[in-house]
């Protein structure tokens, strides 16, 4: 009876190890060049409070680059994703079973990368050396599910992936006339996601060059614009039954993002990618285009316009899934409605002519109810609950990014030029002094500290101080 669960576990082990591509991993040598630290055409610095790297060349090159560069980032941080497993599922076997279900479920789960995303993944994990996990997983095994980590959460109905808030301001209404767009990005997993986050820029052989917020070692993009002026935003949903055959979301986003030039085109790739997981994607491009594609899986991508001055994206799907009882159950249980009646009121309030970055920001930043209602802070319904892993401003017309350095949306917003940083990549970036918009009030007026108390610490890895604050 002993030797039963042993042996099974040593059995799923061997029959569901997913194999790396073979691929030519580069001899890249890292260099430290001052505050630039280089290897090839590749380079990571920090601007403003925030890692900034940049990624050149092909699939193998970026992910060896990614590795190389960040790899004192990539360690620590998956420690903390290995720390907060042991606390969420402190007894040893219940553990190992969980990680056998998710092992047996997702064994194919690399079947649906994108072919130079399995390359560039395999020359990262190749470069991820030395590997101080491989006892949990094998390297390339264990790379392939953290990218897949967005889907395989969403597929528990508990999971804190449902709260982010998006919008998208037109020409009409902006005091330049340019667009812009603004999301929350409220994951909660662990701390480490707001505190470490990177700007990534990623100029790939034969695909437009974009510019992403996530983490070190993610190669997807949750978050982005690129050099055409296109942005994409996932939002969390619930609808229909969740799969482990698909394209990774942090893949599809990132297929869409390096190859379309507006949003239609955007739009047109995500509709025909496999999902496998429901979500929504919002899709803005530099000509005031906005549009959202409701996705889940075994149902065909449903593409609605998202307004002409203004759009506004929550959690709840709108289109044929509208009345999926896991959608209905999002609109009964969660704050979705409530978020979105406010950034509708919010949107409503903007004169024409008159938005501006630091308008957006501000939006990003309120801490009030619908209707006016005065809420303590860290109320879910408001914008700004304090748990946001990050925030982002685009100018997609002058394809700039503002993004905050954390404590979630409260601390500062710093400028990344994107034609800027390309176009000087060589020299390591943007020339220019780094550009900021000040903390929220909220940070040293007692409503932050108010906000992350009724907020409750993330699913994991909680404990900022033992993170070592912002790096």
Known sequence: MLAVPVVAHLVIDRATRIRAVAVDTPALEVREQGELRRAGPSWTRTVGGLRVTYLAGTPEEIGTAHSRLLYDRMVADEAIMWDGLDHVVPFPPARWLLMDVARVKYRGVAAGFPEP????????????????????????????????????????????????????????????????????????????FDID??????????????????????????????????SLVVHGARAGEPSSD????????????????????????????????????????????FVVVERAPGSAAFVRSAGTDTAALTNHLEGPLSGDPKNLRVRDKTTTLARRARIDELLSGVAPKSADVERA???????????????????????????????????????????????????????????????????????????????????????????????????????RQKLGGPR
């Open 197 to 230: 986050k990177t700007v990534f820029v990623v100029r790939e052989a034969g695909r437009i060059p974009f510019l992403s917020v996530s983490w070190p070692g993610l190669v997807g993009v949750v978050t982005g614009m690129n050099a055409e002026g296109v």
């Open 117 to 192: 995303r399995a390359r560039e993944l395999a020359a990262e994990a190749a470069a991820f050396t030395p590997d101080p996990y491989t006892a949990h997983l094998p390297t390339y095994q264990r790379m392939s599910y953290l990218h897949a980590l967005y889907d395989i959460a969403l597929g528990f109905e508990g999971s804190p992936l449902v709260g982010c808030t998006s919008f998208a301001l037109g020409p009409t209404r902006t005091r330049d006339g340019h667009v812009l767009v603004a999301r929350a990005f409220d994951f909660e997993a662990a701390d480490v």
């Open 361 to 463: 920001v501000a939006m990003l930043r309120d801490h009030v109810c619908a209707g006016g209602e005065a809420c303590p802070p860290g109320d879910r319904r408001t914008i700004d609950a304090f748990i946001a892993t990050h925030g982002f401003v685009a100018d997609l017309t002058d394809r700039v990014a503002w993004v905050s350095s954390g404590p979630h949306l409260s601390g500062k917003f710093t400028r990344i030029d994107l034609r800027a940083t390309l176009e000087h990549a060589a020299d390591g970036g943007d020339p220019a002094a780094p550009s900021e918009i000040a903390a929220d009030p909220a940070l040293v007026d007692g409503r932050y500290e108010q906000g992350r108390e009724r907020a409750g610490a993330p699913l994991f890895g909680g404990d």
């Open 246 to 289: 698909g394209m990774a979301i942090v893949f599809s986003i990132r297929e869409a993002l390096s190859q379309a030039r507006d949003a239609d085109e955007a739009a047109r790739i995500l509709s025909e990618q496999k999902t496998m997981v429901s979500h929504m994607v919002l899709a803005t491009d530099a000509a005031g285009r």
